[in-house]
Nanobody, 127 residues
Framework: QVQLVESGGGLVQAGGSLRLSCAAS????????MGWFRQAPGKEREFVAAISMRGNTGYADSVKGRFTISTDNAKNTLYLQMNTLKPEDTAVYSCAARPLRYNSNIYYTDQRNYDYWGQGTQVTVSS
């Protein structure tokens, strides 16, 4: 079992930056594949970024080159650095975790692969 708590959301102007954090408690953080997803009003939740246990990363085309996912295993924390933000990035951002039994370089872009979710943090980008 793991608990996930996001922080770092807020209101920012277009072109600005934010760094989201996802603090994990419970089972050893390094045995999970992790991901970030977002849901805008009236839209389905969508994949943003993911990272494997070995640090391999993947991004949605809409954020590639602007967002960076990373982990600090010593702090049991997942991050999402978001630069050059656009109004269309406005959404509730949630982190997710998938426990793994073995070290893997696979990351997961499908939300159905994740077992644990945080409550989300609101990101609003004004034009």
């Amino acid at each position: 079992q793991v608990q996930l708590v996001e922080s770092g959301g807020g209101l920012v102007q277009a072109g600005g930056s934010l760094r989201l954090s996802c603090a994990a408690s419970g089972r050893t953080f390094s045995t999970y594949a992790m991901g970030w997803f977002r849901q805008a009003p009236g839209k389905e939740r969508e994949f943003v970024a993911a990272i494997s246990m070995r640090g391999n990363t993947g991004y949605a085309d809409s954020v590639k080159g602007r967002f960076t996912i990373s982990t600090d295993n010593a702090k049991n924390t997942l991050y999402l650095q978001m630069n050059t933000l656009k109004p269309e990035d406005t959404a509730v951002y949630s982190c997710a975790a998938r426990p793994l039994r073995y070290n893997s370089n696979i990351y997961y872009t499908d939300q159905r692969n994740y077992d644990y979710w945080g409550q989300g943090t609101q990101v609003t980008v004004s034009s």
